[in-house]
């Protein structure tokens, strides 16, 4: 990584639960290795798309922005920084949503890989929210809204930044000039972090994530519950690291790169038993979640104060978004909003009704 890097970035996380081990490595920690070295940094805490899935539990939404700002504080990001945005508190990125559902065919949003495979997760079979297959258009209006070039994200979001990517490259065409920047997917080293249950993500949805606000004992039954080799019976047993959600972790989260290479040949060997590896690795999660959990509860007594961040970095990006609409709408014939909602304030000399 570069010293400096002059791109905008834009990033976010639905509040659909507390945010965990898998956001950490996927994003959040490159989002706060960025902070201060690039032009801007925004984070969406995206609750209308959240709600594309959580339309029956609204208050599901509702509850978890806190959490996932508190989350935010948590980890080290900073809102002077890198603004905490609220996105239902930006109508502009509804608006061009509207606006790119045009660009799009419905055959495009149902070849979404990651879409497909929610879809399926969630068992929603035929009774697809129409806002749920769209959801990949609403990201592509809060990416090009800040005009974002890198965005921080775990290897499931590849597919949105592709669809975003033509929804900019339609726009430019028609309005014959660059007006939405390409965007450019920064993967982390673990792209995607297993669930403790050995499924290929670690996912809120899913249940099967390490929060970062888990309890010390929450931490260790877990890593005790982990996936590891099934065919690794006696400790004599050759293993495999392969697939072993523990060796995952490791990889992910051990400082001690030359320890980790040291476990995973004798685990391979045969010779070393599970409770070793994850005992190794309750340390290691112990002890980057400690100091996290601890800044959490501070922040945790100032709940006002939280969403006054919130509040502030969202204030911020409606300036920004607007910008990016009414570039939009010029694309598509419309007049800025403002000129038109600056005209509807002149006084109409409207009959009066005769009472
Ligand atoms: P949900 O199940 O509600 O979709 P989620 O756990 O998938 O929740 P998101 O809010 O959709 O979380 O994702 C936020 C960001 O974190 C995205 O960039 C996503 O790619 C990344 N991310 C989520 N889970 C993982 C994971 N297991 N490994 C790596 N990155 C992840
Ligand atoms: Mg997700």
Redesign the pocket.
């Known amino acids: 990584m570069d010293d400096y890097c002059d791109d905008i970035i834009l990033?976010?996380?639905?509040p659909?639960?507390p945010l965990?081990l898998?956001?950490y490595?996927?994003?959040l920690a490159n989002r706060v290795a960025l902070q201060g070295r690039c032009r801007r940094q925004f984070i969406l805490l995206?609750d209308l798309q959240?709600l594309t899935d959580n339309a029956g539990d609204p208050g599901r939404v509702a509850r978890n922005v806190l959490e996932v700002a508190l989350d935010y504080l948590a980890i080290g990001l900073d809102p002077a920084r890198s603004p905490f945005v609220l996105q239902s508190g930006v109508p502009a990125l509804a608006e061009l949503t509207v606006h790119y559902l045009n660009l799009v065919t419905v055959a495009r949003l149902e070849r979404n890989p990651t879409v497909k495979a929610?879809i399926q997760q969630r068992g929603f079979a035929r009774d697809i929210p129409a806002g749920f297959l769209c959801y990949p258009v609403s990201q592509a209006a809060d990416i090009t809204a800040f005009k974002a070039t890198l965005v921080?994200?775990?290897?499931?979001?590849l597919p949105m930044i592709e669809q975003t990517n033509e929804i900019a490259a339609r726009i430019n065409r028609l309005g014959g000039r660059e007006i939405l920047p390409e965007a450019k997917a920064l993967l982390s080293t673990?792209?995607?972090?297993?669930?403790i249950d050995g499924k290929a993500?670690?996912?809120?949805?899913?249940g099967n994530?390490i929060s970062l606000s888990a309890s010390a004992d929450e931490v260790t039954r877990a890593v005790q519950m982990m996936f590891t080799d099934p065919a690794h019976l006696r400790v004599s047993d050759p293993g495999q690291t392969v697939g072993n959600v523990v060796f995952a972790y490791l990889a992910a989260f051990d400082p001690d790169r030359a320890g980790v290479a040291a476990l995973g040949e004798h685990y391979r060997r045969g010779g070393l038993g599970d409770s070793v590896v994850k005992k190794r690795l309750n340390e290691v999660l112990q002890a980057l979640l400690g100091p996290i959990r601890e800044r959490r509860e501070r922040y945790a007594r100032d709940p006002a104060q939280v969403m006054r961040f919130v509040d502030a970095g969202t204030a911020a990006a409606r300036e920004i978004a607007a910008r990016t609409l009414d570039d939009v709408r010029g694309v598509f014939g419309l007049r800025p909003a403002a000129t038109i909602a600056g005209r509807s304030a002149e006084r109409l000399s409207l009959p009066v009704e005769a009472g």
């Not at 673990?190 to 669930?195: C, D, E, F, Q």
């Open positions: 990033t976010g996380d639905r659909t639960g965990h898998g956001h490595a996927g994003s995206a959240a929610e921080p994200v775990g290897d499931d979001q673990t792209p995607r972090l297993p669930g993500k670690a996912s809120k949805s899913l994530a």
